[in-house]
């Protein structure tokens, strides 16, 4: 199942915590002609180096058809980043 949530909030000790959600769907479908160039750029990689397309992307559709529950909380100084994926 492809991810439909992104859920990012970022917290500084002396401010508000800023959240933002981002639905994966429609920003795939606007930044659809970016992936259309990866897919692309993709097809020529495994041409050059001799490895099956199909294998690539279909493996590359794994990985991200695995993300919903994948969750990064990244602490660094007085910041704090959690991204959460559903």
Avoid at 7 to 36: E, N
Wanted: proline letters at 7%.
């Amino acid at each position: 199942m492809m991810p439909q949530l992104l859920t990012v909030r970022v917290k500084h000790q002396d401010h508000r915590p800023i959240r933002v959600w981002v639905p994966v769907l429609p920003a795939v479908l606007v930044l659809s002609p970016l992936v259309a160039l990866a897919v692309l750029a993709v097809t020529v990689a495994c041409l050059v180096y001799d490895l099956s397309v199909v294998r690539a992307l279909s493996t590359g559709w794994r990985i991200f058809s695995a993300l919903p529950g994948t969750i990064f909380d990244i602490e660094f100084d007085r910041t704090a980043v959690l991204v959460a994926i559903r």
